[in-house]
């Protein structure tokens, strides 16, 4: 299994003037110490479950960018992006700019998004269930083929690119990682085995249902299930131990997950990075 640190929590000790030095310094011990991966939350208030709205949030493609300046290997991306927050064109240009300056990092996380009152607060369109995930797979496609060597016309039912043209390409080969998060077992665990490298599903006692479904879905496109990444976040309460944090580890890859992004329910990120760290070598033997 690898591990990922997922940045949820961004009221630290010191403020906001000691967001950046904070946040570069989690950057490089994580990356010292091992952790393959790095992600941050498409908010922009923050969410319901990890404290008020009032906290502390980054833009979080400004955020992936100051990180990329502070690492060298590893991937980074949001876990996972509104589709509604950016036009896919523009989105897909932000991803192949941060993997190109990132040196073949940059990956898309993304799903239907969910925050209403985050986007209405802010004046960012939010339609119906439907229509969110009819937009989803739009831009699934327009990315995907922006980040081809087809740079024609798109003309979807929401979305009408005159010329996808995207120069210079990401990258990363065939196309920066994507993912698809969320465990909707009709439309969004469909479009993960139509369109993405990973899944991204919530732990609990659903997740090995989850996992079968996207199996026959994978088997009903026919996508190998096993060349689609399984991923899934684990919340770090402050009490977490190493021995706490391991057996839920242990728990996701019998689950069948190869990917598990730790989250720290912290102001003090640093002390969560060294525990993550430590556990690098047992996860991957599991």
Excluded at 36 to 58: C, F, K, S
Excluded at 87 to 116: C, F, H, Y
Excluded at 222 to 246: F, H, N, Q, W
């Amino acid at each position: 299994m690898e591990l990922g640190l997922h940045l949820a929590n961004l009221t630290f000790e010191g403020g906001p003037a000691a967001l950046a030095p904070t946040l570069a310094r989690v950057a490089r011990e994580a990356e010292a110490g091992g952790i393959a991966r790095l992600t941050v939350m498409d908010h922009l208030w923050q969410i319901r479950g990890v404290g008020p709205a009032e906290n502390d949030m980054l833009e979080a493609y400004t955020l992936l960018g100051f990180l990329a300046a502070h690492t060298e290997r590893m991937l980074l991306h949001c876990l996972v992006t509104g589709v509604t927050y950016r036009a896919p064109g523009l989105l897909a240009k932000q991803i192949a700019t941060l993997d190109v300056l990132s040196g073949g990092r940059a990956g898309l996380g993304i799903g239907a998004a969910w925050n209403e009152e985050e986007a209405t607060g802010l004046g960012l369109l939010f339609p119906s269930t439907k229509e969110r995930f009819e937009r989803l797979e739009e831009t699934l496609q327009i990315c995907l083929q922006m980040w081809s060597d087809d740079d024609g016309p798109f003309d979807g039912a929401h979305y009408q690119l005159g010329r996808t043209l995207s120069v210079p390409a990401p990258l990363s080969k065939p196309h920066p990682y994507l993912m698809i998060g969320g465990s909707g077992e009709r439309k969004t665990l469909r479009l993960v085995a139509q369109y993405a490298d990973a899944c991204n599903i919530f732990f609990g006692d659903e997740s090995a249902h989850k996992l079968e479904v996207l199996r026959g879905h994978a088997d009903a496109v026919g996508r190998d299930y096993d060349s689609i990444e399984k991923t899934t976040i684990i919340a770090m309460g402050p009490d977490a131990t190493r021995d706490s944090v391991l057996a839920s580890l242990e728990t996701a890859a019998r689950l069948g997950f190869t990917v598990t992004y730790l989250t720290p329910g912290t102001s003090r990120p640093l002390e969560a990075v060294d525990l993550i760290a430590g556990l690098t070598d047992e996860a991957a033997a599991l």
